[in-house]
Antibody, heavy 119, light 111 residues
Framework: QVQLVQSGSELKKPGASVKVSCKASGYTFTSYAMNWVRQAPGQGLEWMGWINTNTGNPTYAQGFTGRFVFSLDTSVSTAYLQISSLKAEDTAVYYC????????????WGQGTLVTVSS | QSALTQPASVSGSPGQSITISCTGTSSDVGSYNLVSWYQQHPGKAPKLMIYEGSKRPSGVSNRFSGSKSGNTASLTISGLQAEDEADYYCCSYAGSSTPVVFGGGTKLTVL
């Protein structure tokens, strides 16, 4: 069965970096795009962008350029989200989601990774 | 501010039907039949309930249905059950420059 398993919660200080992983199983990793979605505490879902798992080409939504980097390791079917120069407002649950951007359809989601930024 | 507008909350009694609206513009909901809906229980990941406007993934109850009229998409849940109590989010394709937009979410309370 399709599974996306994310790395555990992180507590970071402002200015630090964090790397969240999303390991896929149960399907051919390179057959589907991987998306990242942010959910701030008590807030709604916000699409951050996606990465083409064939080419490794990332696309970032407005507001997620510069400090956010999507990457892959196809040898272990894993996608990564790295956030640098962390700010308090980056505190959120970050989800990876398999899906088709052109259909705005995300059919499988990771369990989410809570990133807390606090001094 | 979210790109798609949803009511903050809706409620209904067990067995009743409710509808959640999702209003966009002619650049997103109105231009494409590519609206999806997600159910999210507290502390859990979202779950796909409807895609491409009205299609249900395998395993999703036929009590859930989707539709669209103009710039507004709707999710209807019939025969409300206690387990339907959750947050619901709509999502639409919005073209090549900003491909994906979400609604602000609607909290469904089953009375």
């Amino acid at each position: 069965q399709v599974q996306l398993v994310q790395s555990g919660s992180e507590l970071k200080k402002p200015g630090a970096s964090v790397k969240v992983s999303c390991k896929a199983s149960g399907y051919t990793f390179t057959s589907y795009a991987m998306n990242w979605v942010r959910q701030a505490p008590g807030q709604g879902l916000e699409w951050m962008g996606w990465i083409n798992t064939n080419t490794g080409n990332p696309t970032y939504a407005q507001g997620f350029t510069g400090r956010f980097v999507f990457s892959l390791d196809t040898s272990v079917s894993t996608a990564y989200l790295q956030i640098s120069s962390l700010k308090a407002e980056d505190t959120a649950v970050y989800y990876c989601a398999r899906g088709t951007v052109v259909a705005a359809t995300f059919d499988y989601w990771g369990q989410g990774t809570l990133v807390t930024v606090s001094s | 501010q979210s790109a798609l507008t949803q009511p903050a909350s809706v409620s209904g009694s067990p067995g009743q039907s409710i509808t959640i609206s999702c209003t966009g513009t002619s650049s997103d909901v109105g231009s494409y039949n590519l609206v999806s809906w997600y159910q999210q229980h507290p502390g859990k990941a979202p779950k796909l309930m409807i895609y491409e406007g009205s299609k249900r993934p395998s395993g999703v109850s036929n009590r859930f249905s989707g539709s669209k009229s103009g710039n507004t998409a709707s999710l209807t849940i019939s025969g409300l059950q206690a387990e339907d109590e959750a947050d619901y989010y709509c999502c639409s394709y919005a073209g090549s420059s900003t491909p994906v937009v979400f609604g602000g979410g609607t909290k469904l309370t089953v009375l």
